[in-house]
């Protein structure tokens, strides 16, 4: 792990306006710069970097962040190989904490293995290029696939030779050791415990995680050797860098084009991958023989929720297209499905076809998952158990969609293409979803009872409310909880909540009670994080977000420490989700550029937090009131019932109105 002093010597020196600019063409625009924004189709410019507060952010997709996060959302990286990418960027040695012994073994191991995948994909790229055979074998393969020059470049095509050592003996004079050689899977010992290449007499292809590492490799025999073979391509085993059910070939040359697009083709091998490249086509991926995993599904869904599902049409590319469809629904992931006609798989095809036309046939020719599976599995079925068992399996496919209008929305469609009851359809998918919760039922209450309360506890334990001639005595019943709480089923939050956890990110580390008197005698000092957390903590009160949240808890738990800076840690965050919620919460959209600011209305920064404390509590309380009115209407001439609600409701509008009074307000009953 990279230490704490070197994380801060790579945050000081990476400056925004030259990590975006890397990406994104910038001009200036007052003391900020703007750009076309890198995460959505921008035909005006709406991405702004603010070198000031060494930030970045779109006003209209609303991604952006720090140096670190703005890499991490374009790169797709982690935040460690985002400061990695900085720290090669600045020329700043990177300083690893010390590490345990087994740890250290463990990452020396990984990073061995790295290093030989390394070097062997440069060996075999260069025996293609280099090497007699390389060129008269392999290059002539690649030639005879159409396959340009550019893009064996783009994937870093190899070619090993057909001597059964030629790459151990090449490895082991460089020094490489036998031990990695066999963990990456390159080679094997043989019964006389020598070594033997994998992949030799083999076209290769490099697999690259998202980060760019090669964790394995692909390897195919040539055309003229293929016949009678089973094994026409040969894969890396299973290693502790390489997992195949979790990785995708092509994802990272992909990455950029399918954010940018917002959809991924998946297709079924590697020279489908690559034609599709060739022909213009980049936001391709495919899982290259293994059944398609939850882990692929997740990677995927880091870059966009859209996929189409691309497959030649014979049997086999069928049964590929069906394969993990209801794992995909269930993740979220919207499903087109092509199958190109009989004969063609995207590799020929794709040579077949221009760029345009290639565009212009999926677009015309995919269908939604509901058409796809009807027609090959519905129409044309006379038999009625047949039938009927084909149907059902559709709704049960649409009932592990999570979104309930989705859900919703393609019952409506089957059930208008069946011409079948919409009620009847609504029905059998209740009942599937019924016995998928029961079936969970035990191992929800079991993961449920383990969870611990997520409760704001006060940031300094025996503090009394000695308050100020400006501090409001807000003692109120616990009943003042906001419905939801942090994690209930609201999801978006307030505008008051919002403008309150931007004080948090903006002054949280700021101090605006000096004299604050303990139990004991003692006095201490409340930042805005604290005083927040103080004050919700007395009625356990929470924000409706999970993620705002954590920042006011990270900022109460850094509040005491030398230094700290709430704006910047949150903007630096290795969370993305929060350090873009801190950057767009940082920006002043009231900023018009140049040397013009519009300046807020003057006000000290713990009367503006009280107030807005204050405010949110009247939101709760008139929220109760609401309540309270509608258990009223809904009691049947239960008087006593009626009494007991009558009473709870003047006690909260008596609190409400005083509370009201206290802000100036003038409110209405």
Known sequence: MIDRA????????????????????????????????????????????????????????????????????????SYPDALRWLARKYNIEIIEKELTDEERQQQNERESMFVVNEWARDYFHSTLKNNPDGIAIGKQYFRSRGIRDDIIEKFQLGYSPQQRDALARAAQSKGYKEEFLVKTGLCYASSTSALVDRFRGRVIFPWLNVSGKVVAFGGRLLDARTKGVAQKYVNSPDSDIYHKERELYGIFQAKKAIVKEDRVFMVEGYTDVIAMHQAGIENVVANSGTALSIYQIRLLRRFTQNITLLYDGDEAGIHAAMRGTDMLLAEGMNIKV???????????????????????????????????????????????????????????????????????????????????????????????????????????????????????????????????????????????????????????ASPIETQLIREVIRHGDEVIYDNVETDDGQTVSLTVAQYLDYDFGQDGLQFSLPIYNKVLEEAVSHSGELGFKAESFFTNHADIEISNLASRLAVDRYQLGGRFVMQPRENSLRQRVIHLVMDYRLDIMSSKLKEIQQAIRQANNDMELVMRLMQEYKETQELRDALARRLGSDVVA
């Open 338 to 492: 092509l199958l190109l006609p009989d004969g063609d798989d995207p590799d020929s095809f794709s040579r077949k076809h221009s760029t345009d036309e290639l565009r212009t046939y999926i677009e015309q020719n995919q269908q939604d998952f509901i058409s796809f599976k009807t027609a090959l599995t519905v129409e044309g079925v006379s038999d009625p158990v047949k039938r009927s068992e084909a149907i059902s399996g559709i709704v049960k496919s649409i009932s592990v969609i999570p979104n309930p209008i989705l859900r919703s929305t393609y019952l409506s469609d089957l059930a208008s293409r069946l011409s079948l009851k919409e009620q009847t359809l609504l029905d059998t998918m209740n009942d599937f979803i019924r016995k998928e919760k029961d079936a969970n039922q035990q191992s929800q209450q079991q993961h449920l009872s383990q969870e611990p309360p997520n409760q704001s506890q006060p940031a300094v334990e025996g503090v009394q409310p000695v308050a100020p001639q400006d501090t409001p005595d807000l003692s109120a019943p616990a009943s003042l909880s906001p419905q939801g709480g942090g994690g209930g089923p609201h999801l978006t």
């Open 6 to 77: 070197t994380v801060d010597k790579i945050l000081d020196a990476a400056k925004i306006v030259d990590v975006v600019g890397e990406f994104v063409t910038l001009r200036k625009s007052g003391v900020n710069y703007k750009g076309l924004c890198p995460f959505h189709d921008d035909n005006n410019p709406s991405f702004m970097v603010s070198p000031v507060k060494n930030i970045c952010h779109c006003f209209v997709c609303g991604k952006g962040g720090s140096p670190a996060g703005f890499l991490m959302e374009h790169e797709q990286i």
